[in-house]
């Protein structure tokens, strides 16, 4: 697999005895859109956190064009053109959403050891971020401070500010959650839009999207990959749908015992 | 609420100079007539007391850029005051007398210390942060103590101010005055320039969410760094300017109790606005003031008021004046 984008082997991480990474290997092929799925503690979280460098592996390589960038820190990896959107938005307080989407385009324009121009006046920064916002659906939505915004726009403008870094390569975690159906569909179409511009790794708990969305599927359990394959092969492996059942029997579960309580 | 409702399309971010309201005009204003008022009634206290006020009100606004808009919360800026009087001080007593060496020295050298502590303190976070910057605050502080030569814990007096070829003479009081004002002014508008700088929101991103910071391609760290030295040497000059007015250095300078009244000033003022520093300088040195008249123990009524502030108004004086929504 030469011509993957992104190629993971042998990704381990432990905590103590705990081991949500267990020897993950993986391919990513260029332009695809491959959705990791699997139940809670499945160890998505830890390959989100190894991939984007947050959290250092116990062994194996993250190879990404070739290039090696296990070690690399979170910043350099997003200069390379690895970019994510977080599960929990995290996005600039204070700020209107053409600024913080400004700011990650800033990121890629250079240095930012400019001390006197007003950045926010900036042409240079500011066209592509209304770009970025405009993709997403939020032109109109640019000068708004984001705490006047809802949940589901801001989900979106997550995705925004990881389009304004141009990357080549985008890490989704979990980007439905806690979008109501409507807003979820939405997302799918802005998501498919995407498809074939870039490269998508889709973490979601989402069943409908992840097989409205996935050219590939890879399902975790307990740190280790238990199926991979084309949507439809891995629909009608036994693991796979036991993994996703399992967890929508706990979902059920829970559910009843709250009932009951 | 529906798209395109809000008109503010820049909203969020600081204007630069103009003053936001009227109490800002009139403040300066105030300040501006001082040495008149000074001279009409012949009352040279008030001259030093608000000279006095413009210099804190400088070092406040050197914190207010890495505590207002970066997030730092250093507690060892005093530190600065006393670098920067230290190097006018010593330099003095050792026959260099010209202002052109001394307060560049004391720049430089505040910058330098701002660079040692921050390469280590900025590693780390929250209170650690705190404890590390107060700690190398304390040791500038027994170093100073160690200073035989230099007056020890006794301080040294300081026979001429600063030299500067006959052109300034700071031993003018009113000269000297308006020379702190106008470098007050132009330190507000420096760090009002570099807060909406790119270099600025990377400084305001990293104290917003650094972690975001980072995932979009940020090494927040040297951001972080150089503005810690930008501020470490303006608070060094207002160390500078304070040897010169009080013509005396001391470790008392650099008492962390020093440290916490400049983080005072600029929590009163209001944390991350442009004229913050200066307001909240100008409140807590004249409620000392007054209060040490009418009472022995100022602190008594200075630190509900400040309890008040801090429970009740985000945005400090300043943005209880202008309405600041706290973002």
């Known amino acids: 697999m030469a011509e993957a984008l992104l190629q993971i082997e042998d990704l381990t991480k432990r905590f103590g005895g705990v081991v949500p990474a267990d020897a993950i290997t993986l391919a990513i092929a260029p332009g695809e859109v491959h959705a990791v799925i699997g139940p809670n503690g499945a160890g998505k979280t830890t390959l989100i956190g190894l991939l984007s460098g947050e959290l250092a592996p116990w062994q194996g390589h993250i190879r990404f064009d070739g290039a090696d960038i296990t070690r690399l820190p979170v910043y350099r990896r997003s200069q390379l053109g690895l970019a994510r959107s977080f599960q929990i938005t995290s996005l600039f307080r204070g700020f209107t959403a053409l600024d913080n989407v400004a700011l990650a385009v800033q990121a890629h324009r250079g240095h930012s050891f400019r001390f006197w121009r007003d950045a926010r006046g900036e042409d240079e920064l500011r066209k592509p971020a209304l770009a970025a916002l405009a993709r997403v659906g939020l032109a109109g939505r640019a000068g708004v401070r984001i705490e006047r915004l809802s949940h589901g726009e801001l989900r979106q403008l997550e995705i925004a500010m990881a389009l304004a870094t141009q990357p080549r390569r985008l890490l989704l975690d979990e980007p439905m959650a806690g979008l109501g159906s409507e807003e979820s569909a939405q997302m799918v179409r802005l998501l498919r839009e995407l498809k074939g511009s870039m490269t998508i790794l889709l973490v979601e708990h989402d069943m409908e999207a992840v097989f409205a969305l996935a050219d590939r599927i890879t399902v975790m359990v307990y740190g280790r990959i238990i199926a991979s394959g084309d949507p439809l092969a891995v629909r009608a492996d036994t693991a796979g749908r036991q993994a996703y059942l399992g967890e929508k029997d706990d979902k059920e579960n829970a559910g009843r015992e709250g009932r009951h309580a | ?327």
Not at chain 2, 46 to 61: M, N, Y
Not at chain 2, 221 to 236: D, H, P, Q, S, T
Not at chain 2, 250 to 269: E, K, Q
Request: proline letters at 3%; a positive charge.
């Open chain 2, 1 to 327: 609420m529906t798209a395109s409702a809000d008109p503010s399309f820049d909203a969020g971010r600081e204007p630069l100079l103009a003053p936001r309201t009227a109490v800002t005009v009139v403040l300066l204003a105030v300040l501006a007539l001082v040495p008149v008022y000074a001279m009409l009634s012949g009352d040279g206290f008030a001259l030093t007391l608000f000279t006095r006020v413009l210099i804190l009100a400088l070092g406040a606004v050197s914190l207010n850029l890495i505590m207002g808009y970066g997030g730092m919360v250093s507690f060892g800026h005093a530190a600065y005051l006393g670098i920067g009087g230290y190097a006018v001080g010593i330099l003095a007593k050792e026959g260099i007398g010209s202002g052109l060496v001394q307060w560049p020295v004391a720049i430089a050298v505040s910058a330098l210390y701002a660079l040692v502590v921050g390469a280590l303190s900025l590693r780390t976070r929250g209170v650690y942060f705190i404890m590390i910057t107060l700690a190398f605050a304390q040791m500038i502080y027994y170093v100073a103590i160690g200073l035989d030569r230099y007056g020890g814990d006794d301080g040294l007096t300081i026979y001429r101010r600063s030299q500067f070829g006959g052109v300034i003479d700071l031993n003018n009081k009113t000269l000297f005055y308006y020379l702190c004002f106008a470098l007050l002014l132009t330190s507000i508008y420096l760090v009002a320039r570099i807060v909406n700088s790119r270099f600025g929101l990377v400084i305001q991103g990293a104290r917003s969410n650094e972690r975001r910071m980072r995932a979009i391609g940020f090494p927040t760290f040297r951001y972080k760094l150089v503005c810690f030295v930008i501020a470490g040497a303006l608070c060094g000059l207002a160390g500078a300017l304070l040897a010169n007015l009080t013509n005396f250095i001391s470790p008392a300078l650099m008492h962390w109790t020093r440290s916490g009244d400049l983080i005072v000033m600029v929590v009163l003022g209001g944390l991350g606005t442009p004229f913050g520093p200066l307001i909240g300088a100008v409140a807590f040195l004249l409620l000392e003031e007054g209060l040490s008249r009418v009472t022995e123990y100022p602190d008594l009524i200075l630190g509900p008021i400040l309890l008040l502030v801090a429970i009740y108004v985000h945005g400090g004086i300043e943005g209880l004046l202008v309405g600041r929504r706290d973002g």
